[in-house]
């Protein structure tokens, strides 16, 4: 019984976990309209650079650059996922970028402009959850995953 994929089926469940994200993502902004908030944006991009990666690694599976790169990707998409479910959590500041900006305005005519356009969604609020948890932790979990299966595969796998 084969309990780990060979390299070029490892890429192929990269490419449907990508390609899931992605459409998921995609599907709950635009047909469920629930707004992202930019680090929500910033987390589909490690995604996005893993469909290409794993055309790549698809058809060149015994170069372990390629699995060493879907490592650095995953790891990065860890990184910015843990910190945007920290900052959900209370457990990390807010970036500037992910906070509407409008309690400095003064000016009547100014606020009333900010109030009548689209604002940002705040990073800090998880506007849609699936059983209670987050797309943020759901990312998380996911990119540790990624990256240790990317590990095992790299450290064990006799090409």
């Known amino acids: ?38 680090l929500c944006i910033y987390q589909r991009l490690p995604y996005l650079a893993a469909i290409f990666l794993s055309f790549i690694g698809f058809n060149y599976s015994k170069n372990d650059q ?18 945007h479910f920290g900052i ?8 500037s970028a992910c906070t509407s900006g409008s309690s400095d305005i003064l000016d009547k005519s100014k606020l009333l402009e900010s109030l009548n356009k689209n604002m940002p969604v705040n990073c800090k609020d998880a506007t849609f959850k699936i059983f209670g948890v987050s797309l943020a932790a759901i990312n998380t979990i996911f990119s540790i995953l990624i990256i240790f299966f990317s590990i095992r595969t790299l450290s064990y796998e006799k090409n």
């Not at 990269?14 to 309209?33: G, N, P, Q, R």
């Open 1 to 38: 019984m084969m309990l780990f994929p060979n390299r070029k089926n490892f890429y192929l469940i990269i490419l449907f976990i990508s390609l899931i994200s992605i459409i998921s993502a995609l599907y709950i902004e635009h047909t469920l309209h629930y707004q992202p908030c930019k």
């Open 66 to 83: 390629i699995l060493v790169a879907t490592i650095v990707i995953f790891t990065l998409s860890a990184i910015l996922s843990g910190y």
């Open 88 to 95: 959900e959590n209370s457990m990390f500041d807010e970036l």
